[in-house]
């Protein structure tokens, strides 16, 4: 599911717009597990895109109700959209982590600054009461760090600017973002055009204006390549995503249920 959060960004990168969207996250044989709303505010030359992941019913359940956020605030320069911070957070019932990367384009730098909130249990006997007594207690930890490779994007933000990036002219796009899928690996986004379009668009349905390729390249034997099909409509914004036949499960798709746009 992670891979397919990527995709949900892509959401308005062709018109600079405000907007809110909501795309329902669904897989074959269990119907769907969750859903994910995104948001993009433009206060003249500023931004906020936020999207935040939510899983539902069986997926809720195994996963101590896990919801995902993702939040990039910077500034929109040239036409570009340059993140001034980015925060992920994940977060469950029994764990909280976020992460908050701070740009210093001058410099070339990301800072990182961890926080961790977890409950862990822990069992002494009572001799008066004579049992076994359970508590649960709160830890806390931070911890700062600089990021190894420099970028000028997070994960939101690259996506915002995919239409000067990766197009009919530069349909090969490599991906290096802070906060895409795992930095060490080699993600790649392309356009598709002519019979490889063709080819694909009977995998959606219809309206469907631009289509791209979201390649995750296996670092290890053991991983998986992964591949996402994202389908935008005519006016620019992600309308459908697709995961392909996963062993035993089925197919995984995103699809757009809401979708609000207002112009400058």
């Known amino acids: 599911m992670k891979v397919l959060l990527l995709s949900l960004a892509l959401a ?6 405000s907007f809110s969207t909501r795309y329902d996250v669904n897989i074959g044989m269990f119907g769907k597990v969750g859903y994910a709303d995104v948001t ?3 206060n003249g030359n500023t931004y906020e895109m936020k999207l935040v992941a939510t899983l539902v019913g069986t997926a809720a359940t195994l996963t101590g109700k896990r919801v995902e956020t993702y939040i990039s605030k910077g500034h929109i320069i040239d036409g570009k959209y340059r993140p001034d911070s980015f925060v992920k957070i994940k977060k469950t019932t029994r764990e909280e982590v976020v992460q908050n990367y701070h740009f210093d384009h001058e410099k070339k730098s990301i800072e990182l600054i961890e926080d961790t909130s977890k409950w862990v249990s822990s069992t002494e006997f009572d001799t008066i009461a004579f049992k076994i007594i359970k508590n649960d207690v709160q830890e806390h930890s931070s911890k ?6 420099f ?5 939101l933000s690259s996506y915002l600017n995919t239409a000067k990036s990766c197009n009919q002219d530069n349909k090969d796009y490599n991906l290096l973002a802070v906060g895409a899928y795992n930095e ?4 790649t ?3 598709l055009d002519g019979l490889k379009r063709e080819e694909i668009a009977s995998s959606f349905s219809k309206d469907i204006g631009h289509i791209y390729n979201l390649h995750v390249e296996a670092i290890h034997k053991e991983d998986k390549t992964v ?3 994202i389908a935008f409509d005519n006016d620019g914004h992600m309308k459908e995503a697709v995961f392909g036949d996963v062993f035993w499960i089925g197919e995984i798709t995103a699809n757009r249920v809401y979708h609000k746009v207002s112009s400058k």
């Open 227 to 229: 591949d996402v099909l």
């Open 40 to 42: 993009l505010k433009e």
């Open 184 to 187: 060490d690996r080699d993600v």
């Open 189 to 191: 986004l392309s356009f």
């Open 144 to 149: 700062t760090s600089q990021v190894k490779n």
């Open 151 to 155: 970028t000028h994007q997070d994960v």
């Open 12 to 17: 308005g990168v062709l018109f600079s717009h």
